[in-house]
């Protein structure tokens, strides 16, 4: 797979919790859990399921950080 975006992170599925039309996806990259919503099509096509490995690719118009 070759794609622009270049925020790309190794990872672990953890866990995937189907809705009506959307699944979360939770994601263990290195002791930090990212969770990603996509549709349910999209979990059946990549076939993704707990144990599983996947790339978190991280494609945003703005992150923002913050400090106390």
Known sequence: ???S???QIKGTILEVTKG???????VDIGGQI???SITNEAVDELGLKAGGKA????K???VM???N
């Not at 009506?20 to 939770?26: G, Q």
């Open 1 to 3: 797979m070759r794609i």
């Open 5 to 7: 975006a270049r925020n």
């Open 20 to 26: 009506a039309t959307t699944s979360h996806v939770r």
């Open 34 to 36: 990212v969770t990603s």
């Open 55 to 58: 790339v978190v690719v991280i």
């Open 60 to 62: 945003a118009s703005d």
């Open 65 to 67: 950080i913050a400090v």
